[in-house]
Each structure stands twice: as structure tokens, then as C-alpha cells.
């Protein structure tokens, strides 16, 4: 079985108690069947420092971008632009907006998001959205941008049926995070129910909100077959099933090569 974690912060996770290194993380994660990821970056020092930190790696890829919540200085959008274009990066991101924390930047964040968007597009690499109180805006953005051109996934969704409905009609992949395990998670089980089986991705946001039964514990990319078999049962298919289904969703959408993303 081949489970891909798409989306994780692995520049966050514990080094000082929980894991040695970078080898480790991958290590634990393999032992679960999780053998691959997507490092998300959320600032360009961020994304640098990630690159240094896991090094050229056949079983991981990078994302490049300014997180929404990180907002409050300035960047450079050429710098964005030079190193998204950087081997190895697959993706715009993590990008999108969040009212819920940083309400007082939502004009840098829609110009940022913006600015995301177009280079995905010149770049042909899909954007990785983050939302959070701002459904409306997020889709309008969306819209006027033109994200088909690129695509892009809804990544850790925590949005009901009718968003992910209007996300499907723009080519959007949907993403699922440890958050669908919870117990008060019933209208994201509604929309997962619905979401079909050809857009959907898992991932676990790690180092943040560990699945059921690791609530309380860091989260990290092996977590994400707790994800997965959870989704799998939702769906009525076998998590075999679901793992070989969002691989092969996860490599269409970043245009990974799917000799990379087979057993070893
Ligand atoms: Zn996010
Ligand atoms: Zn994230």
C-alpha cells in the first residue's frame, strides 16, 4: 500500500524530543505505509530553511508560498515567482485567506492570494488553499483568477457540502486532515460523503490537530493513514482502495510522475 501525506509542515514537527531528524519522520511515516510527502511551505525564509532542513529527497516534494496569516510584512512577489519556479516545487502555497485570525490583513492577504494564482498560472503549478471565515471571498477569488488554468486543492477542509460543490465545479481536489475524525466534525463527514472519490486527497497538517485516537500528541506524516482509514469507511471502500485512489489523485494534480509514487 502507498498512502501519500499532502500536505504537512515538516519543518515543524519536534526535533528535540520526538524525532531525531527528517530520516525518522519518513522512517515512522513508511512503517505506516505513508511513503511520500508534500512540504508546505508558509513564508520564503520558510520555504529556504525547508529545503535546507530535508535536502534532495526521491519521496518528497516542496510547495513555495506566503501563508495568509503571515501577512503582515511585505514580500517580494519576484522572489515568490523565482523560487516557485525552482526544481522540485509542485505547488503555490500554502496560500488562501483567513479572517478568522488576521482579519486586520485582508486586503495584503487577497493580493497575496492573487499574486499566488497568477504565478501557478505562468507556472503551470496548482495552488494550495487554505480558508478560514472567508468562503465567500476565497471562491470569488478563485473565480476571477482563473484557478482552472492551474488548478489547485482546498486543503484541511473544514467547509460544508455547497462549498465543496461550487470548489468540484472549478476542477478543485478536496483535502482531508485529521479534523474529519473528530466528533463534532458532522457536516465535513456530510461533505466528504459527497466529495467524489477521484478529487480527494489526505493529508495531516502536521505538526497541528494529531486524528483521533492521537488527540492531545503531535501530529506527523504517519497520521495520515489514521486519516485515511477513516475516510475509507466513510466512503465504503477499502482503505487499499483509498490509498491507491488519492495517490493517484495527488500525482494528477501536481503532475507527479507515477513511477515515484509506487512501492519501492
Ligand atoms: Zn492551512
Ligand atoms: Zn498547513
Redesign the pocket.
Known amino acids: 500500500m502507498f498512502l501519500v501525506d499532502s500536505?504537512c509542515?515538516l519543518d515543524g514537527l519536534d526535533y528535540q524530543s520526538l524525532h531525531t531528524d527528517v530520516d525518522d519522520v519518513l522512517a515512522k511515516a513508511a512503517a505506516r505505509d505513508v511513503k511520500f510527502c508534500l512540504a508546505?511551505s508558509?513564508t520564503l525564509p520558510g520555504y529556504r530553511g525547508m529545503r535546507e532542513l530535508v535536502g534532495e529527497r526521491p519521496n518528497v516534494v516542496f510547495s513555495c508560498g506566503v501563508h495568509p496569516l503571515n501577512q503582515e510584512e511585505e514580500y517580494d512577489v519576484q522572489e515568490l515567482r523565482s523560487l516557485a519556479a525552482q526544481p522540485g516545487v509542485v505547488a503555490m502555497g500554502?496560500t488562501g485567506l483567513d479572517y478568522f485570525y488576521t482579519p486586520e490583513t485582508k486586503a495584503r492577504q487577497q493580493h497575496s492570494f492573487r499574486e499566488h494564482i497568477r504565478i501557478g498560472r505562468e507556472l503551470n503549478k496548482p495552488v494550495i488553499v487554505?480558508t478560514r471565515d472567508a468562503r465567500a471571498d476565497t471562491l470569488a477569488i478563485l473565480a476571477e483568477e482563473k484557478v482552472t488554468d492551474c488548478g489547485g486543492v482546498l486543503?484541511?477542509f473544514t467547509e460544508d457540502r455547497e462549498t465543496a460543490g461550487k470548489l468540484l465545479d472549478m476542477g478543485f481536489y478536496i483535502s482531508f486532515s485529521g479534523i474529519i475524525t473528530f466528533r463534532n466534525a458532522e457536516q465535513l463527514r456530510d461533505a466528504a460523503r459527497y466529495i467524489p472519490l477521484d478529487r480527494l486527497l489526505v493529508e495531516t497538517?502536521s505538526p497541528y490537530l494529531a486524528p483521533v485516537p492521537h488527540r492531545g500528541k503531535e501530529n506527523q506524516p504517519a497520521m495520515t493513514r489514521d486519516v485515511a482509514e477513516y475516510l475509507a469507511v466513510l466512503k465504503g471502500v477499502t482503505l487499499e482502495q483509498l490509498a491507491q485512489q488519492t495517490t493517484q489523485n495527488f500525482a494528477t494534480l501536481f503532475h507527479i510522475a507515477p513511477q515515484r509514487l509506487q512501492p519501492a
Request: proline content about 0%; charged content about 20%.
Open positions: 500536505h509542515h508546505v508558509t500554502e487554505h486543503h484541511c497538517d
